[in-house]
């Protein structure tokens, strides 16, 4: 996320074409993602396209980088700003044009910057200037991240049933029938912040695509401290793949049930603790919060955010005990 104008990686964790008319994308089978020349269309301020998972269960896009592609990029809604693979940089020419610092959970690290020429999801152009440039595990092979930064004014829609991303203007959008809506807020520019309850108690909720897995903060702990099962040692170790060096998350807080607000409830999720340094870098440290990865955020059959409005929509299952997104 942005904060003083700082680049922001992910915190990855060890665990077709789209034809889309006004009411809804319909998509094609994923093995075409790598035979699509583009996304199909709606407009020309609107794109739809088939997705693609990586091997961590993220959804990948067909971006065109400089008018070559499309390549694979992670969707990564924990990202201010898109990035290229050192790999792809390499590959298209691209010259390091100087650096800059990028955060992560761990900390901060320095990457070189390049300018693109161009980014472009279907006929939507993309911020292409000063991408910085990434390697190992943090992309699980995959070319690139796709950030939010071409977000502001847009809402992003990831359906997971139908495998396909759908970015639109905010204004005129299509309604988005029989979904739930949650009214977060902004901060540090495009950051969406949602609130949510655990045993009552006011707990700030971060929505991240980049991250296969749901992390929060010591303050979070402490407030449940009693409530909640704290396990300091878990023998299933994993490991969060960043800009920098990986680091083990040891200690995990189990939740029986997180309230999202308008009837949407999380149960039994496991969130990895620790004071991470992007909690800081986002002024969250002392605020109880929950970063949600994809391993909550793929048990709805969708979700959308809505970069103008600041809210959140999800598109969730229907169980015989009631409306849920389990694990």
Request: aromatic share 6%.
């Amino acid at each position: 996320m942005d904060a003083a104008g700082k680049w922001v990686a992910p915190a990855l964790c060890a665990a077709a074409l789209c034809w889309a008319p006004a009411a809804f994308a319909e998509c094609y089978d994923a093995d075409q993602l790598q035979a699509a020349p583009s996304p199909l269309f709606m407009d020309e301020a609107s794109a739809s396209g088939a997705t693609d998972e990586d091997r961590r269960g993220r959804m990948v896009a067909p971006v065109m980088v400089a008018g070559q592609g499309p390549f694979r990029f992670i969707v990564d809604t924990g990202a201010n700003r898109s990035v290229l693979s050192q790999a792809l940089a390499t590959q298209l020419g691209l010259t390091p044009t100087g650096s800059d610092e990028v955060h992560s959970v761990h900390g901060v690290t320095v990457a070189p910057i390049v300018n693109a020429g161009s980014l472009t999801y279907g006929p939507l152009p993309l911020p292409s200037s000063q991408m910085p440039l990434l390697q190992g595990a943090v992309l699980a092979g995959e070319q690139g991240l796709l950030g939010v930064d071409g977000m502001r004014g847009r809402r992003l829609r990831m359906d997971f049933e139908r495998r396909c991303i759908e970015i639109t203007p905010s204004q005129g959008a299509p309604r988005l029938r029989n979904w739930v809506t949650i009214q977060g807020e902004f901060r540090f520019g495009s950051l969406v912040v949602i609130p949510g309850e655990i045993r009552n108690q006011p707990v700030n909720l971060l929505i991240d695509t980049g991250s296969d897995t749901s992390m929060a903060n010591v303050a979070l702990r402490e407030q449940l401290r009693g409530g909640v099962r704290v396990d300091y040692s878990r023998t299933d170790v994993v490991r969060a793949f960043t800009a920098g060096e990986p680091i083990a998350l040891d200690a995990a807080v189990l939740i029986p049930r997180l309230d999202m607000g308008e009837g949407v409830e999380v149960e039994n999720l496991i969130a990895y603790v620790g004071n991470f340094h992007i909690f800081n870098l986002w002024g969250l440290q002392d605020e109880p919060t929950l970063l949600i990865g994809m391993d909550v955020l793929s048990q709805a059959r969708a979700i959308a955010i809505d970069y103008e409005h600041g809210t959140v929509h999800f598109r969730i299952r229907r169980f015989e005990t009631g409306t849920r997104i389990r694990r």
